[in-house]
């Protein structure tokens, strides 16, 4: 777990970002504000296969910027070839306006230092013998649930959505469920479809089979401690909250 906030971090937090390890590979999932200071606690970013970005919100995208900055000019070791970051169709173009920002002159911003693959959900990824599946969900900008299969095991995570049936199928039977919960009740959030309360997230890992239930996105300072108190309450999957730099076994 290496950023379990929202929109915005908390103190001494980061926003979404979540590193993926199955058998030899590493995937960073998500990228957002104060994630690359975290992840570096426990990997350097030669060790890394892949990253995944579930949609173009700052929280989950805008420490690219940092990735990049500390492959070209970063102390540690380098990498061989660029960095791959799967992103959605509709993110791509966002992302390549932000480098296209901080471009110097002519020279592109992002490559060589990090290669692009754009997806648009029609069909599972491989990436290198781990399966992921993705979903688009609820949410104010195209956005993607994942589904990671690996050795039999599966980790499921809705990024940012308000619940919708696809999160469902997509987190089926998973042994983790990461979810959501920025929103402490409904109540008052009636028209913020575009995420989950805990109680939700709860309702969604019933409902999906999913073996436990961790929840993340949410703000510290709603007492995070009633969060899980409500999801436990709604669902009879066991919960946790997410907890930056904590290790969970899939
Ligand atoms: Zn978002
Ligand atoms: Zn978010």
């Known amino acids: 777990m290496l950023g379990a906030s929202p929109v915005r971090p908390n103190p001494g ?15 960073l999932v998500d990228c957002g504000t104060g994630v690359l200071s975290r992840l570096l606690c426990h990997a350097d970013l030669a060790d890394l296969d892949a990253v995944v970005i579930s949609h173009a919100h700052p929280d989950h995208c805008l420490d690219l910027v940092s990735v990049r900055q500390s492959l070209a000019y970063g102390p540690g070791p380098k990498r061989s070839a660029a960095l791959p970051v799967y992103v959605g169709a509709a993110a791509h173009p966002t992302i390549v306006r932000l480098g296209a920002a901080f471009a110097d002159g002519s020279a592109p911003f992002w490559e060589p230092w990090l290669a692009f693959r754009v997806f648009d959900g029609a069909a599972a990824l491989d990436l290198d013998g781990v399966a992921l599946h993705v979903a688009p969900t609820r949410h104010y900008v195209p956005c993607w649930a994942m589904r990671f299969e690996h050795a039999g095991r599966v980790l499921a995570y809705t990024a940012d959505s308000g619940p919708c049936e696809a999160l469902a199928t997509l987190a089926a039977g998973a042994h983790l469920l990461i979810g959501e919960a920025t929103l402490m009740a409904r109540d008052g959030h ?30 510290a300072a709603l007492a995070p401690e009633l969060h899980a108190a409500a999801a436990r309450h709604a669902g009879d ?10 290790v969970h076994v899939v």
């Open 190 to 219: 009636a028209g913020a479809w575009g995420h989950m309360s805990a109680a939700e997230a709860a309702r969604l890992a019933a409902e999906a089979g999913a073996e436990r239930l961790i929840l993340t996105h949410y703000d």
């Open 13 to 27: 937090g980061a926003c979404s970002g979540y590193l993926v390890e199955a058998g030899a590979r590493r995937y």
């Open 237 to 246: 999957r066991p919960v946790d909250l997410a907890r930056e730099g904590e």
